[in-house]
């Protein structure tokens, strides 16, 4: 059974950088995708980063684009999200999330992801 634990939210001021953690338990396999996903208040849960083990593939939304980097660490199987200019808008709680292998499908669709992470919260004043 995978197991995600993600770590690293706080509260930031607007331009500043957060790094978050997704520390992976059980076998993820290399033909799974990973990403991070973030909900805010009232909001459906969206995709803001997403790889592919494999080659390390990666894909971002145009909101977060240039700004978030997302980053799969094989040897630990933790994976990370550098995110740098931080916006108010960019508050929220951040979910870490795994694919089954043979994914198919809109990465950055919650809706395919099999295993999910508690979250960490994420606020950025103004």
């Known amino acids: 059974q995978v197991q995600l634990v993600e770590s690293g939210g706080g509260s930031v001021q607007a331009g500043g950088s957060l790094r978050l953690s997704c520390a992976a338990s059980g076998y993820i396999d290399s033909d799974s995708f990973m990403g991070w996903f973030r909900q805010a208040p009232g909001k459906e849960r969206e995709g803001v980063a997403a790889i592919f083990i494999y080659d390390g593939s990666t894909w971002y939304p145009g909101s977060v684009k240039g700004r978030f980097i997302i980053a799969h660490d094989n040897a630990t199987n933790t994976l990370y999200l550098q995110m740098n200019g931080l916006k108010p808008e960019d508050s929220g709680m951040y979910y870490c999330?795994?694919?089954?292998?043979?994914?198919?499908?809109?990465?950055?669709?919650?809706?395919?992801?099999?295993?999910w992470g508690q979250g960490t919260q994420v606020t950025v004043s103004s």
């Open positions: 999330a795994a694919t089954k292998p043979g994914f198919g499908g809109r990465i950055l669709s919650p809706d395919l992801y099999d295993y």
